[in-house]
């Protein structure tokens, strides 16, 4: 297959570059909230991220931060009181959380360094602080109310939520869309398979059931995908999984596609989530696991209500999600190389005509998505493309938007970060690639860079091995010149499912998740220069079975790449890299002309063969 580069023909886009909320209007919705709370008698309200099911990407009716601050960004939170108004963000958002924000309303704080239970915990005593139960897993709530307790502090429980009523009539519809069988020929396994295997882990622990409520579990589980999530290929719903096999799909009726109930089979009931209180009290005196961390507070407090034995454990679907099987690895690998061509495709644009016609940052997110929707392949961008020029690209999660949106120019680095779902995998790719000569500063900064991405890539490492063990490895050089970065190294991805999956990643965060083979993580270690530049080399890798080493004891894990793109050249200091890591650059190039020179036209593959060179 040839894959032709487009022109920016029309199509049904699906990254919108418009502000969801500006600052002006995250202030006439803070007024609007604070009215609210103060009618109910509460003297604030405290705004998680997270929607009920906890997603990362919510729709567009759940983004409640969003609505009531500006703030965009996948993680952080907000305290909104009748005097004063905080934002809490992590170190890849902060900046952009001042950008998105009124500063005379809004007090910008890093989560890492002020997390919400020390802010609570310094508020004056015989305060009452609003909360919706269901925005809040059991575990993040008991912190919040301990935090509350030590500072004389009240906690309500709000149904219905005071912002929901604060945004009223204006607030989208809860997402529709039809849920559909994700084919065997994609998922390996059956779903009969999987609700057994994890019945009888649920059986030999004297667990009846399990209540699972993230999206993404139960879509693997029941092998089925939707759009209810932007981004993402997620169902909203709710599952009881039964120690027998069995299970209660809750989806809403008009959510059901005509063959999805075939496909679920006779095992499997689906009932309108109306009907959950009734499942919830035939668990009366029975164990029911539920995840801590994952569930929302709300659905602990159900099942106790109706008198089940709560279990706090782990989702049960989450480590085999995780550890992908061979079909799945099989898949990934394909939509890697057709998403490798586009890519390959778009880096040749970014080398030849971009440099001259210098384009914006939306027209060059636009331009990738273009190449991606010709393929006639695309389901949907893995998230929203970060496109980042000088010093936009130093914003780790920067989102361009119209207002936002800078023209490239000559002598600085653009940052494109970017994926794309497909059937059969997900992809998640960052490349870094000079516009005009890079500075000697770009190029050793670059390097740095690359060589922790290379040490990480080629680690062997035993069985029991953790992410936190291996994040060292992605930082060694950089911390030896003097720099670090604010963000974790790697992050699970599903296929066809999460650009960002769990529980296993790498990050200097504690994580007790040894890694296991078939598991997905990214590499993806950066230098963000304030206000100037940013730079990070991201790929996606699998971990491969343990192998004897010759001469060794003990058999070893390894990583093996997924993504198939080239470097820029042009930002390498070779005079910085061993000979074996230059050995590990060309033996990847050459794994990258050898697999995608064959699926580009002759003038991006004479291109490739060029920039593939040994070097």
Same mark, same amino acid.
């Given at each position: 297959?040839?894959?032709?580069?487009?022109?920016?023909?029309?199509?049904?886009?699906?990254?919108? &570059?418009?502000?969801?909320?500006?600052?002006?209007?995250? #202030?006439?919705?803070?007024?609007?909230?604070?009215? #609210?709370?103060?009618?109910? !008698?509460?003297?604030?309200?405290?705004?998680?991220?997270?929607?009920?099911?906890?997603?990362?990407?919510?729709?567009?009716?759940?983004?409640?931060?969003? %609505?009531?601050?500006? &703030?965009?960004?996948?993680? !952080?939170?907000?305290?909104?009181? *009748?005097?004063?108004a905080v934002v809490f963000a992590d170190g890849r958002y902060t900046i952009q959380a001042q950008e998105q924000t009124d500063r005379h309303y809004f007090v910008i704080k890093d989560y890492t360094a002020t997390a919400l239970s020390d802010f609570i915990k310094s508020l004056k005593s015989g305060l009452t602080l609003g909360y919706d139960a269901r925005l809040h897993s059991p575990?993040?709530?008991?912190? *919040?109310?301990? $935090? $509350?307790?030590?500072?004389? @502090?009240?906690?309500?429980?709000? #149904?219905?939520? /005071? *912002?929901?009523?604060? %945004?009223?009539?204006?607030?989208?519809?809860?997402?529709?869309?039809?849920? #559909?069988?994700?084919p065997q020929d994609y998922a390996g396994i059956a779903s009969t398979q999987k609700r057994h295997e994890i019945a009888l882990d649920l059986k030999a622990r004297h667990i009846e059931a399990a209540w699972i409520t993230a999206p993404s579990s139960i879509a693997w589980l029941f092998n089925i995908r939707g759009a209810d999530v932007i981004r993402s290929p997620l169902p909203l719903g709710q599952a009881l999984l039964r120690a027998d096999g069995s299970a209660h799909l809750f989806i809403e009726p008009k959510k059901i596609s005509p063959d999805l109930i075939e496909h679920l089979g006779n095992e499997v009931a689906v009932a309108h989530p109306q009907e959950i209180d009734q499942a919830l009290s035939a668990l009366k005196g029975k164990a029911v696991a539920i995840d801590g961390q994952v569930s929302s507070a709300f659905w602990l407090e159900a099942l106790e209500r109706n008198g089940a034995i709560s279990v706090i454990s782990e989702d049960p679907c989450a480590l085999p999600k995780a550890r992908k099987n061979d079909t799945e690895i099989a898949g990934t690998k394909a939509a890697h190389i057709r998403d490798g061509a586009i890519l390959t495709t778009f880096l040749h644009w970014l080398a030849t005509e971009a440099q001259e016609t210098l384009p914006t940052e939306i027209e060059v997110a636009q331009k990738l998505e273009a190449l991606r929707h010709e393929s006639g392949l695309l389901k949907d961008l893995s998230f929203d493309t970060i496109s980042g020029f000088g010093p936009h690209g130093a914003l780790p999660h920067y989102r361009v938007t119209r207002a936002s949106d800078l023209k490239c120019q000559l002598g600085n680095l653009l940052l494109v970060d970017s994926g794309a779902q497909y059937l059969d995998g997900t992809t998640d790719v960052t490349r870094t690639v000079a516009i005009g000569t890079p500075t000697q500063e770009h190029r050793r900064l670059f390097?740095?860079?690359?060589? !922790?991405? @290379? $040490?990480?890539?080629?680690?062997? &490492? /035993?069985?029991?091995?953790?992410?936190?063990?291996?994040? @060292? *490895?992605?930082?060694q050089f950089l911390w030896q010149a003097g720099f670090d970065y604010d963000h974790g190294t790697g992050h699970g991805v599903g296929v066809y499912l999460g650009v960002h999956e769990g529980p296993q990643r790498i990050s200097k965060a504690l994580n007790k998740y040894a890694l296991e083979p078939g598991m997905i993580v990214s590499n993806e270690p950066g230098y963000y220069k304030a206000g100037d530049y940013g730079i990070r080399i991201e790929n996606l890798q699998f971990v491969t079975p343990a192998q004897e080493i010759s001469g060794g004891e003990r058999p070893m894990l390894g990583f093996e790449c997924l993504t198939l793109a080239p470097l820029d050249r042009h930002l390498i200091e070779l005079d910085l890299l061993s000979a074996t890591e230059r050995d590990y650059v060309n033996s990847y190039h050459q794994c990258v002309l050898e697999k995608i020179a064959p699926l580009v036209n002759s003038e991006v593959a004479a291109w490739l063969k060029r920039v593939c060179q040994p070097l």
């Open positions: 297959m040839t894959i032709e580069l487009p022109s920016l023909s029309p199509h049904k886009a699906l990254q919108n &570059f418009d502000t969801t909320t500006t600052p002006q209007q995250g #202030v006439e919705h803070l007024l609007r909230l604070r009215k #609210v709370l103060s009618e109910q !008698g509460l003297s604030g309200l405290i705004i998680p991220h997270e929607d009920e099911h906890q997603n990362e990407y919510l729709p567009e009716a759940n983004e409640r931060l969003a %609505w009531a601050t500006g &703030f965009t960004g996948s993680a !952080g939170a907000a305290i909104i009181l *009748l005097d004063q575990d993040g709530l008991k912190s *919040l109310k301990m $935090a $509350a307790n030590q500072a004389g @502090i009240v906690l309500k429980s709000c #149904v219905p939520n /005071p *912002l929901d009523s604060a %945004w009223g009539l204006e607030r989208p519809s809860a997402p529709m869309a039809m849920i #559909v069988p994700h390097t740095l860079v690359l060589k !922790g991405h @290379i $040490a990480l890539a080629t680690i062997r &490492f /035993p069985k029991g091995t953790t992410g936190t063990h291996l994040d @060292i *490895l992605a930082r």
